[in-house]
């Protein structure tokens, strides 16, 4: 990461250089600082999380990874984000089509009100849940009500013991609750920048709703979609604060990955810890890789793109 | 009046508008606004003397003030460094500026659990990092400085991000103007290029405030979390949750809910005025 001489890419005329950049020397410094305060808080925790994970050598890393805890943390964790990241995705298209493609009012406050989970702690996330479906929440007190309305309902609440706090639905709706505004954050910028006067040639060409939407729409925004539901996924399946509020943390059977790091970590079992973290940190990793990728493909489309 | 029925009629060319915004709203209202409501059921749930009791507990006092206080230092370094970051990343170049430029974003990617374990582990007294600051007296591990480490860790992309766009899009004829009017390098960044980049400084600087606030994940770790001393407001209530006091918990969770609230809607403002800022400023 050693700076190249950076007069090269300087244009060339003295004077010019004086009032419209910066000297060398500050050059230099700007960057080594930059780049020494992101080695601090940036590059050398990332290393560090792989290092620790091979402490023990490989044998010990991958028996910490196929002990069954562990996978049964894994399996939880894929299916409470294959649950949340469709189900976001969904409603994302439809919030960005409602907003980016009409006009109404009140879109502003419908668009803080998408953006509300982002400012919520997890830790709060989690307890929103606990309030409504725990033993003290709306759903305990009426399951336990003496003439609850709809006595069918109470009933079969009681006679199939639904439990959804301490249990996998509970780490579901949380789940879905914290990744709640990725892709419509993504996707509402990228179509009202659109428009609809594409749509609206294909609707005057006799095109109908779903046609317009699966050939024109659809292709103009799937890199942003890609984007949203990248970033989604990274946090379903990342997600701790929230989770650990309504999960019981039951090992082997309400744990997720984050969950069972934490588990380790508490047992003092350090490199095991590490290692399970390291697959979470490959899934950055592997998520960062995607998104630049994504943002170089989005930025080649509109560049082709003929907007008038 | 009849030619404002025909624009509204004209502008809804397009089919779904009933539908998708009848499933955004119905949504929005499963999964958020009433679970939401229930914090404010339950805090009812209390007199207002309880309430005020709960909340000026001495242990969630010492709380606001750690969490208040870290967050706003550790945005503060953050709006610092991450101005510089995004001005070297946008400005200069150098070797390995577009793996930098990349892995930025770790903080938004990497789990908090893992931060968090990780920052304990490299400030801890044998760690990477703990074992040069421990001769020298500095303890991060189990300390308020740890939480303020953590706070910057995950703090640090929002500046980026942020400053990042507004820089690349700034005219360079402004700053050509300015030198050609005399100004010197110095005079052109502080009265040309840093009066248009303080709003999205300011945007940056809530944003990493506002998460940094509700942060949990990253921080327990490597906090310790000793009651008054490195117990930030989130673990105080996971502590009332813990004990099944979902009043308690509620009750301090609506004061973190508050302040939240007031600095989404201070950035939504913020960005609305930069908007109009800037639409009037170009015609």
Known sequence: ?308 | MATKYIKTKRLRVLPGFKLTLGFTLFYLGLIVLIPLSAVFWKTSSLTWNEFWHTVTLPTALASYRLTFGASFLAALVNACFGFIVAWVLVRYQFFGKRLVDALVDLPFALPTAVAGITLASLYAKAGWIGQWLDPLGIKVANTQLGVFVALTFIGLPFIVRTVQPILEDLDPELEEAAASLGANRWQVFWRVIFPMLTPALLTGFTLAFARALGEYGSVIFIAGNIPMKTQITPVVIMGELDMFDYAKATAIAVVLLVVSFVLLLSVNVLQWWTNRHNSTSLA
Request: glycine share 8%; proline share 6%.
């Open chain 1, 1 to 308: 990461m050693t700076p190249v001489a950076p007069s090269l890419h300087l244009p060339s005329r003295p004077g010019h250089r004086r009032a419209n950049s910066e000297s060398p020397g500050v050059r230099r410094l700007l960057i080594g600082v930059a780049l020494a305060f992101l080695s601090l808080f940036l590059f050398l925790p990332l290393i560090s999380v792989f290092a620790q994970a091979l402490a023990k050598g490989f044998h010990f890393y991958f028996q910490t990874i196929r002990d069954p805890m562990a996978l049964s943390a894994i399996k939880l964790t894929f299916i409470a984000a294959a649950i949340a990241v469709p189900l976001n995705c969904f409603f994302g298209v439809c919030a960005a089509w409602t907003i980016a493609k009409f006009e109404f009012r009140g879109k502003n406050i419908l668009l803080t009100l998408i953006d509300l989970p982002f400012s919520i702690s997890p830790v709060i996330s989690g307890l929103i849940y606990v309030l409504v479906f725990g033993a003290q929440g709306w759903m305990g007190l009426y399951r336990n009500a003496d003439h609850p309305a709809w006595p069918w309902l109470a009933n079969w609440l009681n006679e199939h013991d639904v439990r959804i706090i301490f249990a996998v639905p509970g780490i579901v709706l949380a789940t879905i609750f914290v990744t709640f505004p990725f892709v419509a954050r993504e996707l509402i910028p990228l179509m009202q920048a659109q428009g609809r006067n594409e749509e609206e040639a294909a609707r005057s060409l006799g095109a109908s709703g779903w046609q317009t939407f699966w050939r024109i729409t659809l292709p103009n925004i799937k890199w942003g979609l890609l984007y949203g539901v990248i970033l989604c996924n990274a946090r379903a399946m990342g997600e701790f604060g929230a989770v650990s509020v309504v999960s019981g943390k039951i090992r082997g059977e309400t744990n997720t990955i984050p969950l069972h790091i934490e588990a380790l970590y508490d047992d003092y079992n350090f490199t095991g810890a590490f290692a399970v973290a390291s697959l979470l940190a490959l899934l950055a990793l592997v998520t960062l890789g995607l998104k630049t990728w994504v943002e170089h493909k989005q930025a080649a489309l509109s560049e082709t793109d003929i907007f008038p």
